[in-house]
């Protein structure tokens, strides 16, 4: 059972550059969060989705995009890297219905030089 | 506007002892609450969450929490703590009322439990 899964792990891009975080999970969870982490900040949420093509801002949203054409990947595009954006990523998802914890994958660091 | 507070940055125990990190939290209405733990470059483990009903909630690994409505606090309890135990954990609440779907979460406790 894979679970939910994010990719790459690690990464380092330039101030400028357009790079795009991936996510999947295989539950067939109706819900996918991202999240950033950041010291002093705790977790904060960027965007969220209900389903396949429907997406809502979180507290964070600015200076992201994201887009949902299948339940199962939910990618999250930096349009244009700032040195503040550099952080780790977490992508979660949950099920529909009342069940509303989220379940999260293992992460995403992202350096911006 | 819904809000969480763990108000100890970092909690130390020895091994053995009972442990317990504190989570107060701010709704308008009836709270869906929720502990998480996270493992060094690992991503946020659900241990347990309080809907309605028992104020004593028993989760994972061990842990429970008590709902104390009075207080609006969420601690996270266990009798008698690991050294694997040590971890960032993480208290999160959700409005009941709140027709959206976000967790608000804590700032974190670094639980450390030494031999």
């Known amino acids: 059972d894979a679970g939910i899964t994010q990719s790459p792990r690690y990464k380092i891009t330039e101030t400028g550059r357009q790079v795009t975080l991936m996510c999947h999970q295989t539950?067939?969870?109706?819900?996918m969060f991202w999240y950033r982490q950041d010291l002093g900040h705790g977790l904060r949420l960027i965007y969220y989705s209900a389903a396949a093509d429907i997406t809502d801002k979180g507290e964070v949203p600015d200076g992201y995009v994201v887009s949902r054409s299948k339940t199962e990947n939910f990618p999250l595009t930096l349009e244009s890297a700032t040195r503040s954006q550099t952080s780790v990523y977490f992508c979660?998802?949950?099920?529909?219905?009342?069940?509303?914890?989220?379940?999260f994958g293992p992460g995403t660091r992202l350096t911006v030089t | 506007a819904q809000s969480v507070a763990q108000p100890e940055d970092q909690v130390n125990v020895a091994e053995g002892n009972p442990l317990t990190v504190k989570c107060t939290y701010s709704v308008s209405g009836n709270p869906y609450l929720f502990w998480y733990v996270q493992y060094p470059n690992r991503g946020l483990q659900f241990l347990l969450k309080y809907i309605t009903g028992d104020n004593l909630v028993k989760g994972s690994y061990g842990f429970e929490a008590e709902f104390n409505k009075s207080q609006t606090s969420f601690h996270l309890k266990k009798p008698s703590a690991l050294v694997s135990d040590s971890a960032l954990y993480f208290c999160a609440v959700r409005d009941a009322g709140n027709a959206g779907n976000m967790l608000t979460f804590g700032g974190g406790t670094r639980l450390m439990v030494k031999p």
């Open positions: 979660a998802s949950r099920v529909g219905g009342s069940s509303y914890e989220q379940y």
């Open positions: 539950w067939s969870h109706s819900y």
